[in-house]
């Protein structure tokens, strides 16, 4: 008899850098299991799906959807999963306001507690969910992707579109400081010399709308014809830019999926990324920072000043790393095991 895993996410939309990108390649694992896949974005959707759920994933935490279907999901009697994608972890660039706090206090914890389990999604939140002792069950579950889906582009093909002689450091996510766009920017500018010969590209949604600041920033520091802004609403997007592009980065400064970590290294891209973002698998495979722009600009330079060959190795070997842990093919008896755990 087939089961269900109702999936509850924020939005479905394929933006750069959010989880939903790594969903679709789940489910198609999946059935082939004869498990079957929900994905609900509202309250209808929810309950239309609850019934015949025998196991509720909530992706991402501290949004409205989310709290509704732990509390939905336990009125029904069915266990749920929180993932929290860093929202359970506090630190220097993710405190909560007092609103959160008053809430914590009453009503998330009794929600958070009441969870079959949470996912860590990397091993720094792992460390730092078990430190806080934030539930009885903390288990690793990092998300995957088909990498066959991103062929590595040959050098002609690299850098199309960018000005002669220059090559592309792309970020690919969300225009938000947590996610290190101004990080990035400012550890660019601060490298001087060490960063002629690139330009880059920031990609991905605006949720707070952080693109006119830094727009206007850019242009005030007279980098307008170095620095540019573009959104990657689906995959092939999201493939076009990797196809162009000889470096990405992600300096997040707390701890948010690396999507755009694993799309880098399975296009056959070296990546620079900070601690909080990397995936398990990866850290030895990516050149990585702590979460502060200092760290992040010693590792960026690092990475600017070396020889296409050097950058060509990281991301050989990061390549393989993501071919042989984060491959849905591999990845997904995990995600099953600990489904069938819970149920």
Not at 192 to 198: A, S, T, V
Not at 237 to 246: D, G, P, V, Y
Request: glycine share 8%; aromatic share 6%; charged share 20%.
């Amino acid at each position: 008899m087939s089961q269900q895993i109702l999936h509850i996410v924020q939005t479905q939309d394929l933006e750069a850098g959010l989880a939903a990108v790594c969903l679709p390649g789940l489910f198609a694992a999946f059935e082939r299991h004869n498990l079957h896949s929900g994905l609900a974005t509202d309250r209808n959707a929810l309950l239309a799906q609850l019934g015949s759920a025998a196991l509720v994933h909530i992706h991402g935490w501290k949004y409205e959807l989310a709290r509704w279907a732990a509390d939905a999901a336990h009125r029904a009697g069915r266990p749920y999963l929180i993932a929290p994608h860093g929202t359970l972890t506090v630190g220097p660039y993710y405190r909560l306001g007092w609103r959160d706090r008053l809430r914590g206090l009453w009503q998330d914890r009794n929600r958070v507690r009441r969870a079959a389990s949470i996912a860590a999604w990397n091993l720094f939140e792992e460390r730092s969910l078990r430190q806080a002792r934030a539930h009885r069950d903390i288990r690793l579950l990092p998300y995957g992707l088909n990498p066959a889906d991103y062929v590595p582009a040959d050098n002609t093909r690299r850098n199309a579109g960018v000005s002669p002689g220059r090559r592309l450091l792309l970020s690919l996510g969300p225009l938000d400081p947590v996610y290190g766009c101004v990080v990035l920017l400012k550890a660019f500018a601060e490298l001087g010399p060490i960063g002629d010969g690139w330009n880059i590209a920031l990609v991905g949604a605006d949720p707070a709308n952080w693109r006119r600041t830094l727009e206007a920033a850019v242009q005030r520091k007279g980098g307008q014809d170095r620095v540019q802004f573009a959104t990657a609403q689906d995959l092939g997007e999201q493939r076009a830019w990797l196809a162009r592009t000889s470096l990405v980065a992600a300096p997040a400064l707390h701890v948010r999926p690396g999507v755009s970590i694993m799309q880098a290294v399975a296009a056959g891209v070296p990546v620079v990324a900070t601690t909080v973002a990397v995936p398990p698998g990866l850290e030895d495979a990516v050149r990585l920072s702590g979460p502060s722009r200092q760290e992040f600009r010693e590792a960026l330079g690092s990475v600017l000043t070396a020889s296409d060959a050097e950058r060509s190795a990281l991301a050989g070997r990061a390549r393989a790393a993501v071919r042989a842990k984060l491959d849905w093919s591999v990845l997904a008896d995990t995600w099953l095991r600990t489904y069938k755990e819970l149920m």
